[in-house]
């Protein structure tokens, strides 16, 4: 956990054989097992470690009312002596997994008022003994399907009352609570859950009626989407070559000159309605960053991915030709970018009535890598996890770097533009460009000529293709930040690579680099990790390998393949007490 202001694990000891008296934590009688984790309402904060499934016997977890967020570990399906499963009223985010139908013992499960996205997995229609499911309040999607022994479809309302894929629930002969109220969902009750305690549905049932009403409205606007990309489609067709249109925003005193924008800059881009992304980000209530001229919000397309949103926070007033030059080569410079360690722009949002400028990228949904480093518990990031994301960040670069002509730099690489996939899988997005569009496009804007005008591509889109030496020594340092731990400055200890240097060169030194909370490491990856970091940050730039070079050497020289780890504290004392 990263943060426990209650003081509750206190005396949670990793030391400790007998995790028995530990606060929260219940073993049967003989003391062999853990069999219950309470930690209910304990202000707790962090991330639910895979390890958990090593608890064989556990038969009672309860994390309710914490600050819990993440995914929801695939390895709880191990639990095969677990019947109450309680993770409501928490921040856990992603798909709910597939492996819960295999809590053959489980009499409750709990996960409402999470973020939790994608459809009931249908292997929860193997609970034979569940008594109470309550899936409200979360983001869950798709069409209701349950039945016993045949198929059949009943009602429900996206907005309140939802379902996701039902698919064997009515076979769940225990049944008594059922509750799914306020997802994004369609379909009907099913028919087999009428007899049911109308009270327990929970505001499960609303009027055929409002339904009805939100049918028509759907046919309305998909019947206007297609007029309208019909419209378009014939648009294209009948303009073939692109064309250079004066781009000048009217009423403004400050911006007297005319910048030339070609019209099919962003044809290729998908355009998203500011009215779609206001629901998908929950009326924009969903912030995950900020900055002076940025929110980022994080949302869930209907029936699509989670989503990043940017919106440039700049009024109409102040919005510029040169802004408008910056916004579209940006957003057509990066949607060219198509890799598995390189976060992908899906589109943007560009309108006049409410004035928005918006780009929406795929989300990762593990966080930051700056938060489980300095925000999260250290113990996630196995020393074998950590090269995996080293290397694919170096592969990330070099397609960057090297596969992209021309090039392409991430402006601010630092731990926060690193994000994690459900797998840990990194992937590299250059947010930090639009967090101060407005004081980098005004020191970036250009040329104007005798007649007004301003060449076609701003400065700061060359200069971006100029930084790879400038990526490279970045790349150095982010990697220091993985292995050790610690911030690239800190106001008590200052810069991280004079901290460093003493180290780097000194094989018999080179282990007070690493971060307390690694338990193991492999020496022979170590040793090629500090060379490399040495080369990175070298005062002469051209002396600094490319990622190319780099990619190479981890790939040849840094072993990820499936070894020997710590187990969490609570693994290993449930191993002691078996033995």
């Known amino acids: 956990m990263s943060e426990d202001p209650s003081l509750v694990l206190s005396n949670w000891n990793a030391l400790d054989a007998d995790p028995c008296d530990w606060s929260g934590v219940t073993c049967n009688k003989e003391r062999q097992h853990v069999i219950k984790i309470n930690m209910s309402a304990s202000s707790l904060k962090g991330f639910l470690a895979p390890e958990i499934g090593q608890i064989t016997y556990l038969q009672e977890l309860t994390l309710r009312s914490n600050n819990l967020f993440g995914v929801i570990p695939k390895e709880l399906g191990l639990l095969k002596f677990l019947k109450v499963l309680d993770l409501g009223m928490n921040r856990l985010t992603g798909p709910i997994p597939s492996e819960l139908g295999n809590l053959s013992s489980v009499m409750k499960i709990n996960l409402q008022s999470n973020g939790l996205t994608g459809t009931l997995p249908a292997e929860l229609g193997n609970l034979k003994y569940l008594q109470e499911l309550r899936l409200n309040r979360n983001k869950l999607q798709g069409a209701v399907l349950a039945y016993r022994n045949s198929a059949f479809t009943a009602e429900t309302h996206g907005m309140y009352a939802s379902y996701s894929n039902l698919t064997g629930l009515c076979s769940s002969a225990q049944l008594k609570v059922v509750d799914f109220a306020y997802n994004f969902l369609v379909g009907s009750i099913p028919k087999c859950f009428k007899h049911l305690p109308k009270t327990q549905m929970l505001n499960s049932v609303l009027a055929r009626n409002v339904l009805l009403v939100l049918e028509i409205v759907a046919v309305i606007m998909v019947g206007s989407l297609f007029l309208f ?38 044809k290729d881009v998908t355009k998203y309605s500011r009215q779609e992304l206001e629901v998908a980000c929950e009326d924009f209530s969903n912030i995950i960053g900020s900055s002076s001229d940025s929110l980022v919000y994080k949302g869930t397309m209907k029936g699509g991915p989670e989503i990043a949103v940017i919106s440039l926070c700049i009024k109409q007033e102040h919005w510029t030709s040169y802004l408008e030059l910056y916004y579209q080569r940006e957003v057509a410079d990066s949607v060219r970018l198509n890799h598995e360690n390189v976060g992908k722009l899906l589109g ?133 930040e993985i292995i050790s731990g610690r911030p690239p400055f800190c106001k008590d200890r200052g810069s991280l690579i004079d901290w460093a240097k003493e180290y780097l060169e000194l094989p018999e030194a080179m282990s007070y680099l690493l971060d307390p909370e690694l338990k193991h490491f492999r020496y022979e990856d170590l040793k090629v990790i500090c060379e490399v970091i040495s080369l990175c940050i070298h005062p002469d730039s051209s002396k600094r390998p490319s990622m190319d070079e780099i990619s190479l ?27």
């Open 229 to 266: 990309a019909l419209l378009a489609a014939f648009q294209r067709r009948n303009n073939k070559s692109a064309i250079i249109i004066p781009w000048k925003k009217s009423g403004s005193e400050k911006d007297n000159v005319v910048v030339y924008i070609d019209s099919e800059l962003l």
């Open 348 to 480: 943007y949002c560009r309108e006049s009535g409410p004035f928005t400028r918006m780009l929406v990228f795929e989300y990762a949904s593990n966080g930051t890598l700056y938060e489980h480093l300095h925000c999260g518990e250290g113990s996630q990031l196995s020393w074998t996890r950590r090269m995996r994301i080293i290397l694919g960040i170096a592969r990330g670069l070099k397609y960057l770097h090297t596969e992209l002509e021309p090039p392409f730099t991430i402006l601010e690489l630092n731990s926060n533009a690193v994000y994690l996939t459900e797998d840990f899988s990194p992937k590299l997005v250059d947010f930090e460009s639009w967090k101060s569009i407005l004081g980098r496009s005004e020191k970036n804007s250009g040329t104007v000529d005798n007649n007004g005008a301003v060449c076609l591509l701003p400065n700061s889109v060359e200069k971006r293709h100029l930084d790879i030496q400038g990526n490279v020594h970045a790349f150095g340092v982010l990697i220091l």
């Open 553 to 579: 050497t981890f790939e040849h020289e840094i072993d990820t393949s499936v070894s020997v780890e710590l187990k969490s504290s609570l693994a290993w004392a449930e191993l002691a007490l078996s033995s």
